[in-house]
């Protein structure tokens, strides 16, 4: 018996929200077992490698063990693709550089073996590798971001920019506010060089804004560029506003081509003082600014903040011609960065 034309059949009351929530379902229960799976996997090359560390260790076996363990594994697994001599000492270098089986369980299997890879072949340091582990779970960070941000030394300019926070918001929003901020910021992805004007710097963020994002990190939202406020009868523009979802407030960013200079802190403050006055609803916290020129001088850029009542921030950006020219050919594409942040692979 041949089944009927399915559009020939309306479905009945509550079926698409039915379908749809069964859907949902589905897809969760798919990716805990893809999650389920590489978590086995990792364990399982984790314990590989401390097998292959102890007996090379203490009973001596030399390096050619590994060249005949992978090729009896993949005689006896012709189906799986992991046992090749060059993964099994990968396996080995993983288990030496994870020593505690218990943070491997934890926290670790949560990544995927090529981004246990990307720790182990770009970093050094233990304490640097739990870092970035711990920020590629949190924002489910693909290999390729992973490695971009890694090369771009994410952990060296995250909360470094020169702020005020301190005395200026409380805790513990001054201490994630202050971590939300890096120096400098990285801007080579707009393939622009260091004597860009402002205006034009602007409008490339702003055409390259899931990049931008990605450069500023988890939380801001992006809310509009030359945003107008009115103030008695003046019109004045904020060159960027964003609103930190975890923060709850609205970020100020003024662009300055040059050096920083004192006074561009009252025109950021003035902004601050209108955003909260007109866009800030009453729930949100006060809103910060971030004033980002080209140079600076430290000690002048906290001399110029001690006096000021409202939280903001003083970071550099640089361009293309300011990025290492070995770290330029490594960095991702425009298109693979948008790519990427469609999902993880």
């Known amino acids: 018996m041949s089944d009927s034309p399915v559009s020939l ?32 996997l990792v364990l399982l090359y984790w314990q590989i490698g401390r097998d292959i ?12 063990v590994i060249e005949r363990l992978a090729h009896d594994l993949r005689a006896a697994f012709p189906e799986m693709k992991g046992f090749s001599p060059r993964n099994l000492k ?55 971001i992973l490695v971009m941000q890694i090369e771009t030394r994410l952990l060296e300019r995250s909360g470094t920019a020169v ?43 702003v055409k390259h804004v899931t990049e931008f994002l990605l450069e500023l990190g988890a939380g801001f939202a992006f809310v509009g560029r030359q945003v107008l406020l009115d103030v008695g009868g003046d019109e004045f523009f904020i060159d960027l506003l964003f609103y930190h979802l975890k923060l709850r407030c609205y970020v100020v960013i003024e662009l300055k081509g040059g050096k920083f200079k004192p006074e561009h802190l009252g ?13 800030k609803h009453p729930q949100d916290a006060p809103t910060i600014g971030l004033l980002l020129c080209k140079s600076k001088n430290k000690v002048v850029a906290e001399y110029a903040l001690r006096d000021k009542a409202q939280p903001m921030g003083i970071a550099e950006f640089k361009l293309l011609e300011s990025l290492p020219a070995e770290l330029q050919t490594s960095l991702p594409s425009i298109e693979q960065i948008e790519r990427e942040l469609q999902g993880p692979r």
């Open 9 to 40: 059949t309306p479905p009945p009351e509550g079926y698409a929200n039915w379908l749809a929530d069964l859907k949902s379902r589905i897809h969760t229960a798919q990716q805990r077992a893809t999650l389920a799976v590489n978590r086995e």
């Open 53 to 64: 560390l102890t007996r090379q260790s203490v009973q001596g076996w030399g390096a050619k």
């Open 90 to 144: 990968y396996m080995r270098a993983f288990a030496q550089a994870w020593p505690d089986e218990e943070f491997v369980q934890e926290v670790l299997a949560q990544l995927p073996w090529y981004h246990q890879l990307a720790l182990l072949d770009k970093l050094p340091g233990l304490e640097t590798r739990r870092w970035y582990a711990a920020k590629a779970i949190e924002h489910n960070w693909s290999r390729n």
């Open 163 to 205: 702020t005020n926070f301190t005395t200026n918001l409380p805790k513990p929003q001054s201490d994630l506010a202050r971590e939300s901020l890096k120096d400098p910021y990285r801007f080579d992805f707009l393939g622009l060089t260091d004597d860009a004007q402002e205006r034009e710097i602007e409008n490339a963020l």
């Open 267 to 279: 025109q950021l403050g003035f902004y601050l003082t209108a955003v909260d006055a007109q866009i």
